[in-house]
C-alpha cells in the first residue's frame, strides 16, 4: 500500500466547527480529526474545480465559434449515431 507524505499545518477554526469535528469524529464519522479535515478540503476543492469547468463551458457556450465547432462535429457523426443506433435498436 503506497502512503501519501504528509505536512503538519495549522488554521484557525471556529470554536462551534471544532466542537461539531470532535462530535462527528466521535461519532465515527471519520478515524481522526485529520481524516476528517482532509476529506472535507478534498471534497470543497472537488466542488471548486468543478465550478471552474462549468464556468468555463458557459463562458464557451456564449462564443459563437465554439458553437459552430460544437455544431459540425455533431453534423460529421449524425451518420455514425444514426447507424449505431440501427444496430442497437
Not at 8 to 18: D, G, P, R, V, Y
Not at 67 to 88: K, L, Y
Amino acid at each position: 500500500m503506497r502512503t501519501t507524505r504528509t505536512r503538519k499545518a495549522t488554521f484557525n477554526l471556529s470554536e462551534q466547527i471544532l466542537r461539531s469535528l470532535d462530535d462527528a469524529v466521535t461519532k465515527g464519522a471519520a478515524p481522526s480529526k485529520n481524516a476528517f479535515v482532509e476529506h472535507a478540503i478534498s471534497e470543497a476543492l472537488r466542488a471548486a474545480r468543478q465550478a471552474e469547468v462549468r464556468g468555463a463551458w458557459a463562458e464557451a457556450s456564449r462564443d459563437p465559434l465554439f458553437r459552430r465547432d460544437i455544431e459540425d462535429a455533431e453534423r460529421e457523426f449524425e451518420s455514425a449515431d444514426a447507424e449505431t443506433a440501427r444496430e442497437i435498436g
